[in-house]
């Protein structure tokens, strides 16, 4: 009877750990990127509304490429936007962004900005992500850098 309670308690004990393991699979995130904003109409009266394309390298990518819109606000100097970065398989992570913008002395087509990103949603491996962290970089005239930071839970896992 004691043998059959320690095996009880040994798998007790590996099921458990197993779960745990599991639930704290979260990993860093970085990415730079090479944009090419451009401005595509206004979405108010105080509002730009800019297509961000570029190319760059994230981790769990490798070569990536991204697309997405940003809206920048010059009365709050504050942006927010979508965003989807592609890997070469084709597998895809979806984003949000909100932060702000500081034009520089050109203007807004030259500026900074930062703020935090929130993983939305992705295909391939990276299907059911979550995960964020905090974006910056910079833009002067047609050319950008973007850089992100921050962690996701289980890419390239099954759920």
Request: charged letters at 10%; hydrophobic letters at 35%; proline letters at 6%.
């Amino acid at each position: 009877m004691r043998t059959l309670a320690l095996i009880f308690a040994v798998l007790l004990g590996a099921l458990s750990f197993g779960s745990t393991v599991h639930a704290a699979s979260t990993v860093p995130f970085q990415a730079t990127i090479d944009t090419a904003p451009a401005p595509v109409g206004f979405c108010g009266p105080t509002c730009l509304e800019l297509t961000i394309p570029g190319t760059g390298t994230a981790s769990h990518m490798g070569r990536a490429g991204m697309v997405g819109l940003t809206q920048i606000d010059v009365a709050t100097l504050g942006q927010t936007g979508t965003a989807t970065l592609t890997a070469a398989d084709g597998s895809s992570l979806d984003m949000s962004f909100t932060g702000t913008f500081a034009p520089g002395p050109a203007g807004p087509s030259d500026s900074t900005f930062g703020g935090t990103w929130t993983a939305t949603g992705g295909t391939g491996r990276f299907d059911g992500v979550s995960g964020g962290g905090t974006y910056n970089g910079s833009a002067s005239g047609p050319v950008g850098i973007l850089f992100l930071n921050g962690s996701l839970s289980n890419p390239g896992k099954k759920r």
